[in-house]
């Protein structure tokens, strides 16, 4: 009888440190899960303040969350079963069928709070339209350099031999034109230039279906040219490559996406950096 009765704490400090360990798991999957939607915000988070924060509302909400799914299959498995009357014959006591045990309902529970927890983290596989008009953040004006961002070549002097856009990009381009008045514009350096670039958007489909607007592929002959074009829009969204001009640009557009290969340093809260349009914009590594 000692033995018996020594063991239960022990088995219940078992089913104690269980539920302790989903708690605790439970807790680090929602701030993973917080913090990485963090990452597709259109503007800067304190990564210390928001861990702190994120922490403190997991920590509440599963507490809360676990003692929803755990309260009833507890209460249950705390309620006194009857003693069966000793029989005279055989002392024994038989279980009656169907009779849920402490161990069953346990097991029920923990079987019950996993499901929800992997219902609760299922990845959301979000549409390129819904990634676009988040990432724009209610934008409704939107310039874009061509080279290096729309197009494959990187030199007004590569402009005039051949243009290529980019495949990629079609599509992005595309959907944020549902949402913007997009402007596109770049340095040339002759006029067969600009004949060049226009034929290469046109045959890339960019200006079928309501999508861009040929008059709204601006030129000009120095990068200064494309400065005053930005000034001169004022768009929401501005995207370039040249380190400068997104610098001199920081303090009059509301936000800008710096295009670049490697990771600059931020050169203010509302400049953004990432390889390419299509992924910031079209989420490729998050889809």
């Known amino acids: 009888m000692a033995s018996a009765s020594a063991s239960a704490p022990v088995a219940g400090a078992g089913a104690g440190g269980g539920k302790d360990d989903e708690l605790a798991d439970l807790v680090r999957r929602l701030v993973d899960a917080l913090s990485r939607y963090a990452d597709r915000l259109p503007f800067d988070l304190d990564r210390q303040k928001l861990r702190s924060l994120t922490t403190l509302a997991a920590i509440s909400i599963t507490l809360l969350f676990a003692w929803k799914m755990l309260r009833a299959p507890q209460e249950q498995a705390r309620r006194p079963r009857r003693r069966a009357a000793p029989s005279s014959s055989n002392t024994s006591t038989r279980s009656r069928p169907g009779t849920l045990t402490t161990t069953d309902a ?95 958007l046109s045959e890339a489909g960019l200006f079928v279906g309501g999508g861009l607007i040929k008059d709204k592929v601006l030129f000009c002959s120095t990068e200064n040219g494309r400065t005053s074009f930005v000034r001169q829009l004022e768009p929401d969204w501005h995207i370039d490559t040249s380190p400068e001009i997104v610098h001199q640009l920081a303090r009059f557009i509301k936000y800008q996406l710096h295009i670049s290969p490697q990771r600059p340093e931020r050169i203010a809260t509302n400049v953004f950096s990432a390889p390419s349009l299509e992924q910031y914009f079209g989420g490729l590594d998050q889809r």
Do not use: W
């Open 106 to 200: 346990c097991s029920s529970a923990d079987s019950r709070a996993h499901e929800a927890v992997n219902q609760l983290f299922q990845p959301v596989n979000l549409t390129l339209e819904q990634l676009v008009r988040h990432k724009l953040s209610e934008g409704r004006r939107f310039t874009c350099r061509l080279l290096g961002v729309i197009l494959e070549e990187t030199s007004p002097e590569e402009l005039q031999n051949h243009v290529t856009v980019k495949p990629s990009v079609v599509e992005v381009l595309l959907e944020i034109a549902k949402f913007c008045d997009v402007y596109l514009m770049e340095r040339v350096l002759d006029d067969e230039s600009e004949g060049k670039v226009l034929s290469a």
